[in-house]
């Protein structure tokens, strides 16, 4: 692993964005739980919770942290409301895994549409140039942040397990 690696692993994985969504996952679905079950899964709800800025990258699309942070929240309200989380128990990531890419399977063309508009993109223009004026450049590029922590935790060889498991990854 060369240095630039380094450099991207350590600060994809410190974004604040990122950190918000995995205290809310942690705080909506393992409040109840011991620590342990929560540290134990967190690599594969990272995993899950950077999965939409890569999806959002694949296809050019640019989302304001605000939105993708909206749109993340939105699908945990989901599997608040509509699953059971409990019953997943150990798997619960892949769970909520399955629930972002089915969402993104039936309203990506809408997503697409909202995104690809002529609003968004003068928003983006007009956010460009408070952007320069302000030392917020950063929040700029969090998808492609995002989308850089993704692919660094599938590139991850992934935790030992119990040999009489099946591996979901």
Not at 37 to 64: H, K, M, N, T, V
Not at 126 to 147: K, P
Request: include cysteine; charged fraction near 30%.
């Amino acid at each position: 692993m060369n240095s630039s690696d380094q450099t991207c692993r350590g600060t994809a994985l410190d974004e604040p964005m990122l950190g918000e969504l995995l205290a809310e996952s942690r705080r909506r679905f393992y409040a109840a739980k011991p620590v342990a079950e929560f540290q134990r899964d967190r690599r594969r709800l990272l995993y899950a919770l950077s999965w939409p800025a890569d999806w959002l990258e694949r296809r050019g699309l640019f989302c304001p942290p605000a939105r993708y942070r909206a749109l993340v929240v939105a699908r945990l309200d989901a599997v608040r409301a509509h699953g059971d989380p409990a019953r997943y128990g150990a798997f619960f990531p892949s769970y909520l895994l399955k629930c972002l890419q089915d969402h993104f399977a039936h309203h990506g063309d809408e997503l697409h549409d909202e995104l690809k508009h002529l609003r968004n993109a003068i928003e983006l223009v007009t956010g460009a140039l408070r952007f320069a004026e302000d030392d917020r450049a950063a929040h700029a590029r969090q998808i492609d942040v995002l989308a850089r922590a993704h692919r660094l935790l599938r590139a991850q060889a992934p935790p030992p397990s119990d040999p009489r498991q099946l591996a979901l990854f």
